[in-house]
């Protein structure tokens, strides 16, 4: 039931969304649209930032799962931007609000994950620091949440996958040049 709940509560911050400003959205909007009290909605969450961020990590799993390999990173990538798109209201909506920290954090997040796989996975045989695959993963999650928000702040007009595919023809080898350039007979 507590699922089924913040669920419900989510879906009606996420509907309100549609047509208010996220920080004009009040927990008395929410619980009536989502006919539950106040106590019902403080039990679950401590504030609607908490609600978003609850929002972002529940269905920021579903965005990337299966695809965190080289061969499959940019399908990944793409579902990041697909669930952005899907959720385009409220995203928009978090994006120019002080919840702003919440979908960054997710992105940043999402991200990391997806290209320390990703480096790992090249990294195969080689003898890197954990710390240096990091500071790469770092290092591309900047460039590609950058992008990302960048669509995001000027509407969303171009197809996620052109920028998918151009994102990929600029790093296509780079992660193996990198890793090369950390590796243990490197002077780092």
Not at 115 to 140: C, H, P, Q, T, W
Not at 143 to 163: C, H, N, Q, S, Y
Request: charged share 30%.
């Amino acid at each position: 039931m507590s699922q089924t709940t913040k669920k419900a509560l989510a879906a009606s911050l996420k509907k309100l969304a549609r047509n208010k400003p996220v920080e004009k959205i009040t927990i008395v909007d929410i619980t009536e649209d989502c006919e539950v009290n106040r106590q019902t909605f403080y039990y679950h969450f401590q504030d609607i930032y908490d609600l978003v961020e609850w929002i972002f990590k529940s269905e920021s799993t579903k965005a990337i799962e299966g695809n965190k390999t080289y061969e499959t990173w940019q399908n990944g990538f793409l579902r990041v931007f697909g669930y952005v798109k899907e959720n385009k209201e409220f995203v928009t909506s978090v994006y120019h609000s002080a919840c702003r920290e919440h979908l960054v954090y997710y992105l940043y997040r999402e991200t990391f994950e997806l290209l320390l796989n990703v480096v790992n996975e090249k990294a195969g045989g080689m003898s890197v620091r954990e710390e240096d695959k990091e500071f790469i993963a770092d290092f591309y999650k900047y460039a590609f949440v950058g992008t990302l928000l960048d669509w995001v702040r000027t509407g969303m007009k171009e197809e996620p996958e052109a920028i998918v595919r151009r994102v990929g023809v600029l790093i296509e080898g780079d992660f193996s040049k990198a890793l090369e350039k950390f590796s243990s007979h490197s002077p780092f």
